[in-house]
């Protein structure tokens, strides 16, 4: 999931509004990459992800209207026992998010829907066939320094009360290659305790003007025990074509 950088509805509803609107401009992304683990809120959920995606953003009557699709493909983590040692698991994503820039913040609602295909591992990785959630974003930009705060708030299940802090700064280091650094603070609100740190460091090489290959490695240092007792490093590449 692109947890770490989610409706069919909102999807349409964009696209609608933007229809209705020729002054307004619409973005697509297409991408695809592969990661070591699939590491989601500091937790491995398996091995050897592969990945594809397809997201579309717009604005509209000052609103940020995005919406998208993500799906994974990864094996079971190692030290699984046979016959789920290595077998594979798949898992989809569908996602919108409407949003509102206020100057001196940016506020932003959304919604993800889960879907992971029952079978195979899924059914011990990844127990809940649909699980969906609604999240609550602030977010703003100080000296170049990215900075947000989210809740996510689970609809059917539990989460804790799942909360991330994020911190990212971007430098270019040419007019082709731009450096991105970020870390993650995930703090469990029911329970009072924090989940996991998790910082990541990306290099994007924008080969074209619409193409950009983007490798990257990142770190999660579990918090929590009971979250999670393992600490993580994965690395992976993602390539990505915006028009």
């Not at 994974?72 to 698991?89: C, D, I, K, V």
Request: aromatic letters at 14%; a negative charge; one cysteine or more.
């Amino acid at each position: 999931m692109q947890n770490y950088c989610k409706t069919i509805g909102a999807l349409a509803a964009a696209s609608a509004l933007v229809a209705g609107n020729a002054s307004a401009e619409v973005e697509y992304e297409i991408h695809t990459g592969y990661t070591s683990e699939y590491l989601f809120r500091g937790v491995n959920l398996g091995q050897d992800l592969i990945e594809a995606g397809v997201d579309v953003a717009a604005e509209y009557n000052g609103l940020g209207l995005s919406a998208g699709a993500w799906y994974g493909s990864f094996h079971a983590p190692t030290g699984f026992p046979s016959p789920l040692n290595n077998a594979n698991a798949d898992e989809l994503d569908i996602y919108g998010e409407v949003s509102k820039d206020f100057g001196f913040l940016t506020a932003a609602v959304g919604y993800i829907y889960y879907y992971n295909q029952q079978g195979s591992a899924n059914e011990f990785l990844l127990p809940v066939q649909d699980q969906q959630e609604a999240y609550f974003s602030l977010s703003h930009s100080y000296f170049g320094v990215d900075v947000s705060l989210t809740y996510f708030w689970d609809i059917e299940l539990d989460n804790d009360g799942y909360t991330e802090g994020y911190v990212g700064k971007s430098f270019e280091l040419s007019p082709c290659l731009t450096l991105n650094t970020g870390a993650i603070l995930a703090y469990l609100v029911e329970e009072g305790d924090l989940a996991h740190l998790t910082a990541k460091v990306s290099l994007d090489w924008a080969f074209t003007e619409t193409a950009k290959l983007s490798p990257f490695v990142a770190h999660s240092w579990s918090l929590e025990d009971e979250y999670t007792e393992d600490n993580e490093l994965v690395a992976g590449s993602l390539l990505s074509v915006s028009f």
